[in-house]
């Protein structure tokens, strides 16, 4: 499992919704609460001299959706303890010190576009977190 399948995992534990979306209801409006986890670029360096790119520190950004400001803030909110707290390293590697907190953007709303499919808006907050790890 890489880091990216570790933190799906804890926010899958945690009770938090994880995939790429969720399907409208039959009365047309998203309803539910659920984030959206997308690996970013992942840096190497850092390392022995022997092996100076064995390190690695992957970026993740999770995206929390919800139908109100307050249910996208209370998804992040959730989500930013379990991204931020203790999970089990991925495979072939281990923790060299604890996830940080990059960069976020603050909760917005995305109305929709297509006039002939009304619907409520969803409302999101996107968080960015930066995991150290070296070689086991």
């Known amino acids: 499992m890489n880091v990216t399948d570790r933190l799906i995992e804890a926010l899958t534990a945690a009770g938090l919704a994880v995939g790429d979306g969720q399907p409208r209801t039959s009365e047309g409006p998203l309803t539910g609460r659920y984030v959206v986890v997308r690996p970013r670029q992942v840096m190497r360096g850092e390392g022995s001299i022997g092996a100076p790119n064995a390190d690695r520190t992957p970026e993740l950004q999770i995206t929390s959706v919800g139908p109100s400001r307050r249910a996208a803030d209370q998804v ?19 923790w060299q010190q604890a996830a940080i907190y990059v960069s976020g953007a603050a909760t917005t709303t995305e109305p929709t576009t297509d006039p002939t499919a009304p ?3 969803a409302w999101f907050r996107v968080d960015v977190y930066r995991y150290y790890l070296t070689p086991a």
């Open 76 to 94: 992040a909110e959730l989500a930013d303890q379990v991204a931020l707290g203790p999970m089990p390293p991925p495979d072939g590697f281990e």
């Open 119 to 121: 619907e409520a808006p």
